[in-house]
């Protein structure tokens, strides 16, 4: 069997989720009631330490209590799962190994009932015991059995939230060693007004390096479901402005932002070092905001120093659209999915023109994204959509590599485009 914590070294708790943790409540009451025993608890092994997940007790102050932390030497459990104590203790003045330790006498315990908590993997989470005051000489094997069966429940209701925890787990660890290896990398991706294909401005983009190789929304969704997406959003955002330093000061300067970010993190802490006047923050959440005044609380003072606000992906859906009428953007970009094939597809191109109209009459630039086409970006052009980007215009790129192209005015590959399309 495997010992207490080999297979589980971390510092901090599971995450249970409250619905299983109801549930265990539920039985470690109607265990204990059932036995008549005084105190049942479920604890879960930490490395050198376990900790009190649920605890049910028969007087209103328990002996233990709920996310206590105590040494996997004291007590009764280490030397339960070792072998050295039996499961079933109906008496503990009988059991010379349980006679000398210190709790015996201390909380005082009598009789003993312990299991553990076996995972599918065979790795033990922690153990469900009981224990009572007194000495329970009625307590037998069917007992034991019953304290078995609903210790192999919890295990499983437990389960999905323990393999949640350690690909949590897991990925704080991946996202720790990216970060200390200098990811995210920041890329810009120049932004061109259409009529003249002039650099008007960047987006910053994150670029992960590390292993696994995977796409950078990949990588923030995991830094999300881990807790971390704000830190590493400001760290993008940090990293970026700290860029920009080498860029042309006549260019904006795109950040992508969540809402949730803007809202929790410490946003305008990080952006600092940079002209305000040439910040624009894109809102990049695409799943709807219960209540937009934190956020419209946020957007103020920053808006105030000169920055503007860009909700990104615009077309993509409902909550874009949503966000549009709430939070009074200076930018509107359009979403990939409505610049694709732009010049084939009336609906795609009356979307892309009632957003245009809409611009038009509230003073709000529109810029698409996605441009990958001659036919696309002339489609446009004759919507007098003012700025795009896109790979048919330009790749992400260094710092360093945007001021040499706006230093030299047009390229070559844009000097031809630019003659094609007129």
């Given at each position: 069997?495997?010992?207490?914590g080999?297979?589980?070294?971390?510092?901090?708790?599971?995450?249970?989720?409250?619905?299983?943790?109801?549930?265990i409540?539920?039985?470690?009451?109607?265990?204990?009631?059932?036995?008549?025993?005084?105190?049942?608890?479920?604890?879960e092994?930490?490395?050198?330490n376990?900790?009190?997940?649920?605890?049910?007790?028969?007087?209103?102050?328990?002996?233990?209590?709920v996310?206590?932390?105590?040494?996997?030497?004291?007590?009764?459990?280490?030397?339960?799962?070792?072998?050295?104590?039996?499961?079933?203790?109906p008496?503990?003045?009988?059991?010379?190994?349980?006679?000398?330790?210190?709790?015996?006498?201390?909380?005082?315990i009598?009789?003993?009932?312990?299991?553990?908590?076996?995972?599918e993997?065979?790795?033990?989470?922690?153990?469900?015991?009981?224990?009572?005051?007194?000495?329970?000489s009625?307590?037998?094997?069917r007992?034991?059995?019953?304290?078995?069966?609903?210790?192999?429940?919890?295990?499983?209701?437990i389960?999905?939230?323990?393999e949640?925890d350690?690909?949590?787990?897991?990925?704080?660890?991946?996202?720790?060693?990216?970060?200390?290896?200098?990811?995210?990398?920041?890329?810009?991706q120049?932004?061109?007004?259409?009529?003249?294909?002039?650099?008007?401005?960047?987006?910053a983009l994150?670029r992960?390096?590390?292993?696994?190789?995977?796409?950078?929304?990949?990588?923030?969704?995991?830094?999300?479901?881990?807790?971390?997406?704000?830190?590493?959003?400001?760290?993008?955002?940090?990293?970026?402005?700290?860029?920009?330093?080498?860029?042309?000061?006549?260019?904006?300067?795109?950040?992508?932002?969540?809402?949730?970010?803007?809202i929790e993190?410490?946003?305008?802490?990080?952006?600092?070092?940079?002209?305000?006047?040439?910040?624009?923050?894109?809102?990049?959440?695409?799943?709807p905001?219960?209540?937009?005044?934190?956020?419209?609380?946020?957007?103020?003072?920053?808006?105030?120093?000169?920055?503007?606000?860009?909700?990104?992906?615009a077309?993509?859906?409902?909550?874009?659209?949503?966000?549009?009428?709430?939070?009074?953007?200076?930018?509107?970009?359009l979403?990939?999915?409505?610049?694709?094939?732009?010049?084939?597809?009336?609906?795609?191109?009356?979307?892309?023109?009632?957003?245009?109209?809409?611009?038009?009459?509230?003073?709000?630039?529109?810029?698409?994204?996605?441009?990958?086409?001659?036919?696309?970006?002339?489609?446009?052009?004759?919507?007098?959509?003012?700025?795009?980007?896109?790979?048919h215009?330009?790749?992400?790129?260094t710092?360093a590599?945007?001021?040499?192209?706006y230093?030299?005015g047009?390229?070559?590959?844009?000097?031809?485009?630019?003659?094609?399309?007129?």
């Amino acid at each position: 069997m495997a010992g207490p914590g080999s297979e589980r070294q971390d510092a901090a708790p599971t995450t249970i989720s409250p619905r299983i943790v109801e549930n265990i409540d539920r039985v470690l009451k109607s265990v204990r009631g059932y036995l008549g025993m005084d105190v049942a608890f479920l604890s879960e092994f930490l490395g050198a330490n376990r900790t009190f997940r649920s605890v049910d007790s028969a007087r209103p102050t328990a002996p233990i209590k709920v996310g206590g932390v105590i040494s996997m030497s004291a007590g009764y459990c280490q030397h339960i799962v070792e072998g050295r104590l039996p499961e079933l203790i109906p008496n503990t003045k009988a059991v010379p190994l349980a006679r000398s330790i210190p709790e015996t006498r201390t909380i005082p315990i009598g009789a003993h009932l312990s299991v553990p908590v076996k995972l599918e993997d065979g790795s033990i989470f922690g153990t469900f015991c009981c224990f009572s005051f007194s000495p329970k000489s009625d307590l037998d094997q069917r007992d034991l059995e019953l304290m078995r069966t609903f210790s192999r429940l919890i295990a499983s209701q437990i389960a999905a939230d323990v393999e949640n925890d350690r690909e949590r787990r897991h990925n704080i660890e991946l996202i720790r060693a990216v970060v200390a290896e200098g990811d995210p990398q920041i890329l810009f991706q120049p932004i061109y007004r259409l009529k003249d294909l002039k650099i008007a401005g960047v987006e910053a983009l994150s670029r992960f390096m590390g292993e696994p190789r995977r796409s950078p929304d990949l990588w923030f969704a995991d830094a999300e479901e881990a807790g971390m997406g704000s830190a590493l959003e400001l760290l993008a955002v940090r990293k970026a402005i700290a860029a920009a330093v080498e860029l042309p000061q006549q260019l904006s300067v795109n950040l992508n932002i969540s809402p949730k970010t803007l809202i929790e993190g410490k946003a305008a802490e990080s952006l600092v070092g940079i002209d305000p006047r040439r910040v624009v923050i894109e809102i990049t959440e695409h799943t709807p905001i219960p209540d937009y005044e934190p956020l419209l609380a946020v957007l103020k003072p920053l808006r105030a120093s000169g920055m503007r606000v860009a909700i990104d992906d615009a077309g993509a859906g409902y909550s874009s659209l949503r966000h549009v009428l709430k939070l009074s953007p200076d930018i509107i970009k359009l979403d990939i999915s409505l610049t694709r094939d732009l010049d084939r597809d009336p609906m795609r191109r009356a979307m892309a023109a009632a957003l245009a109209e809409f611009g038009n009459h509230t003073g709000t630039k529109i810029v698409a994204e996605g441009i990958e086409t001659m036919e696309e970006l002339e489609a446009l052009r004759a919507l007098r959509i003012e700025k795009g980007q896109g790979f048919h215009l330009g790749h992400p790129q260094t710092a360093a590599a945007i001021r040499a192209e706006y230093e030299r005015g047009l390229t070559p590959d844009l000097d031809l485009k630019l003659a094609v399309g007129t």
